[in-house]
C-alpha cells in the first residue's frame, strides 16, 4: 500500500534552514506528483508545496515562495523539502502526501516536527 | 487566491446524521475534497471529486454541492468520527491548493 516516510524535522533558530525527506514506497513514485503540507499548532491544514512526477513543474503557497525549494529523487523514490531563512510562523507538523488526481491528496505521512523558535 | 469558509464547531448524537459545510466561489466550478484529521494521526481523505469514498471509508460518509457550498454528510455518526473535518480543492488558478479552516466534530 501506499507509504511515506518524512524525516528531517527538528528545533532551529529563525533564519536558519533545514531539509525534509520524504521516502515512499508502495507504488510507482515517478508517475506521481508529491505534495508538502503542514499544520501548525492549533492551526487548520495548509498547502505548502507541489513537484509533479517528473520534476519539471513546482507550485509553491504564497506564505513560502522564495524561501521553500521542492525536489524529487526519482531514483531514491523521495522528495525533498528545503527550507531557508525559517520563521517562526513556520513551525508546524509538515506532511508528505502524493497527488491524488489534479486536485486531491493521498497517502500522507506521519509528519515531521519542525519548530522554529530563537 | 481561492477562499474557503467553514463553521469551527459542530456536534451531533450518537447515530444522527450530521453535516458540514463549506463555502467558497471556486466551489461553483470544482469540487471539494474532504479530509479527516485526527490528533496525533495523519490526515486521511473521507470524500474525493464529489462523491467518491476511498476503500475503507464507510458509506455512512457521502458528499455533494449545490451552488457554493459543498457538504460532507454523516448518516448515523459514530463516536469514531470525531475529527477536524477540512474541505479542499485546487483553486481557479491552477496552481494553488486550499483548506478551509477546518470544523470539528464532537459526537455526543
Known amino acids: 500500500q501506499v507509504q511515506v516516510v518524512e524525516s528531517g524535522g527538528g528545533v532551529v533558530k529563525p533564519g536558519r534552514s533545514l531539509r525534509l525527506s520524504c521516502a515512499a514506497s508502495?507504488?510507482?513514485?515517478?508517475?506521481?506528483?508529491m505534495h508538502w503540507l503542514r499544520q501548525a499548532p492549533d492551526k487548520g491544514l495548509e498547502w505548502v508545496a507541489i513537484?509533479?512526477?517528473?520534476?519539471?513543474?513546482?507550485y509553491y503557497a504564497d506564505s513560502v515562495k522564495g524561501r521553500f525549494t521542492i525536489s524529487r529523487d526519482n531514483s531514491k523514490n523521495t522528495v525533498y523539502l528545503q527550507m531557508d531563512n525559517l520563521r517562526v510562523d513556520d513551525t508546524a507538523i509538515y506532511y508528505c502526501?502524493?497527488?491524488?488526481?489534479?486536485?486531491?491528496?493521498?497517502?500522507w505521512g506521519q509528519g515531521t516536527m519542525v519548530t522554529v523558535s530563537s | 487566491s481561492s477562499e474557503l469558509t467553514q463553521d469551527p464547531a459542530v456536534s451531533v448524537a450518537l447515530g444522527q446524521t450530521v453535516r458540514i459545510t463549506c463555502q467558497g466561489d471556486?466551489?461553483?466550478?470544482?469540487?471539494a475534497n474532504w479530509y479527516q484529521k485526527k490528533p496525533g494521526q495523519a490526515p486521511v481523505g473521507v470524500i474525493y471529486?464529489?462523491?467518491n469514498r476511498p476503500s475503507g471509508i464507510p458509506d455512512r460518509f457521502s458528499g455533494s454541492r449545490s451552488g457554493d457550498t459543498a457538504s460532507l454528510t454523516i448518516v448515523g455518526a459514530q463516536a469514531e468520527d470525531e475529527a477536524d473535518y477540512y474541505c479542499?480543492?485546487?483553486?481557479?488558478?491552477?496552481?494553488?491548493?486550499?483548506f478551509g479552516g477546518g470544523t470539528r466534530l464532537t459526537v455526543l
Open positions: 502526501a502524493r497527488a491524488m488526481g489534479s486536485d486531491a491528496f493521498d497517502g
Open positions: 508502495g507504488f510507482t513514485f515517478s508517475a506521481y506528483g
Open positions: 513537484i509533479y512526477f517528473d520534476g519539471n513543474t513546482k
Open positions: 471556486d466551489l461553483r466550478n470544482y469540487y
Open positions: 471529486h464529489k462523491d
Open positions: 479542499g480543492l485546487r483553486d481557479s488558478s491552477g496552481n494553488h491548493w486550499v
